[in-house]
């Protein structure tokens, strides 16, 4: 009896190897990952609670008592609830035809074992680990007490209802009841992990851009530098024509320039001087550096600062990330618009926002934002983006983006707080 309900144990832990392997090849390291599997999701959890239910714990008066509920509740909270229906329907067709008249009794116990899911599916993506493991320990639990007192209502008594030994009942009892924790837990490491991997390519990658940074950037600068002296010194040629194409060969080359600082940023690791930095004064100067770049393309660039608050970090770096992260902006508004740059304090942080009404971005855009080579500009390298994040991190702060296609992007820095030094 205790076998059969360590291999339910070990069944219901399928669905968890199988989450892994979808991660893999998702590209998202978070529950975003699994959506685009979720009829996948609905036939291997429900699979899964068939073969639960095909080796029960039976008692002597012939009860099942199987973890097949498991299963489904976790298709409900990482696939959604019409894969978990799919499961729980999957689920349902296999007792119907094995319950031997206790059927209605079955479902009442995956009713309990779901309640919790289907209640809180929609805040579950939100929630921290903690919130999500106790909800999943208060569904084992209503699981438990129901179909206990099930076996107890269809049975004569309690001992004839179950005899076990006592070492087996409650290993038992503790088993069905942290199960449903176990998994989700499982699931969730599951994603820390894919964000570890994922994390580690990315530095793999930074370290071959850095390779290849370091040996060619200062040789192809040089040419750059001499070919645009003597573009600049033809456009002032008196031809209309080919003032026009000179203009836009040094545009290029500008373009080229930018490019290459940003492979030297990623490269080179500089010393930093840190120290207090005064956020107001260092925002207020990178908002107007861009300010001409924002007026030629009929944008208005706002700075609302509250004075005294301080960050720790480099100076040069923190106004690099102001420029790159404004510059963006600016560049996803070809119509013109409004950039707002807000910088305040906030308990132990200080906050760094930058909110435009542009293009916007996907969720998918979103979710790569900070990858190697990932940009949503046509003609962009992301190298700016990387600088961006990498910077943030070293100051030991957080960024987030978010964005709606069509009504533009909100990027929010968090730093913690300094003193003024």
């Known amino acids: 009896m205790l076998q059969n309900l360590l291999l339910n144990v070990i069944i219901i832990i399928i669905p968890v190897v199988f989450f892994a392997i979808m991660l893999q090849y998702s590209g998202y390291h978070d529950q975003r990952g699994l959506a685009k599997y979720r009829y ?120 004839a209802s179950l005899r076990l030994d006592r070492l087996t009942f409650i290993v038992f009892q503790f088993l069905v009841i942290v199960a449903l924790p176990i998994v989700l837990f499982l699931v969730e490491k599951q994603f820390v992990w894919a964000m570890f991997q994922e994390r580690l390519r990315q530095a793999e990658r930074l370290n071959m851009i850095g390779e290849m940074a370091a040996s060619i950037a200062h040789e192809v600068r040089n040419p750059l530098t001499v070919v645009k002296g003597f573009l600049q010194l033809l456009s002032s040629s008196n031809d209309e024509k080919t003032r026009l194409y000179m203009t836009t060969s040094i ?118 934002l900070g990858s190697p080579y990932f940009s949503a500009k046509e003609k962009g390298t992301g190298l700016g983006t990387m600088v961006v994040f990498r910077i943030v991190e070293s100051m030991g702060g957080k960024i987030t983006y978010r964005s709606e296609k069509g009504k533009g992007t909100q990027v929010v820095m968090q730093f913690p707080a300094a003193g003024e030094g």
């Open 40 to 159: 996948a999701i609905a036939l291997v959890c429900g699979l899964s609670s068939v073969l639960c239910m095909l080796i029960p714990v039976v008692n002597a008066d012939g009860f099942r008592w199987d973890l097949g509920a498991i299963p489904i509740g976790v298709a409900v909270l990482y696939g959604g609830r019409l894969p978990g229906a799919a499961a729980a329907l999957i689920y349902a067709a296999a007792n119907f035809a094995t319950a031997d008249g206790r059927f209605a009794a079955e479902m009442l116990s995956l009713a309990a074992a779901l309640l919790y899911p289907y209640i809180g599916s929609g805040r579950y993506a939100r929630s921290n680990l903690s919130v999500k493991l106790i909800g999943g320990l208060g569904a084992s639990i209503a699981f438990y007490f129901v179909t206990l007192n099930l076996v107890l209502y269809l049975s004569d008594s309690f001992d």
């Open 251 to 368: 545009a290029e080359l500008d373009r080229a320039e930018f490019i290459i600082s940003d492979y030297l940023n990623m490269a080179k690791n500089q010393p930093e001087e840190r120290h207090p930095l005064d956020v107001c004064e260092l925002v207020e100067t990178a908002v107007q550096t861009m300010t001409p770049f924002a007026v030629m393309q009929s944008i208005e660039l706002r700075h609302l600062c509250e004075r005294d608050h301080y960050v720790q970090g480099d100076t040069v770096k923190f106004k690099q990330v102001i420029i790159n992260v404004v510059k963006n902006a600016i560049e996803a508004m070809p119509g013109g618009g409004i950039i707002e740059v807000q910088s305040f304090r906030q308990e132990d942080e200080v906050i760094v926002k930058v909110l435009d009404n542009g293009e916007g971005m996907t969720q998918e855009q979103l979710g790569r």
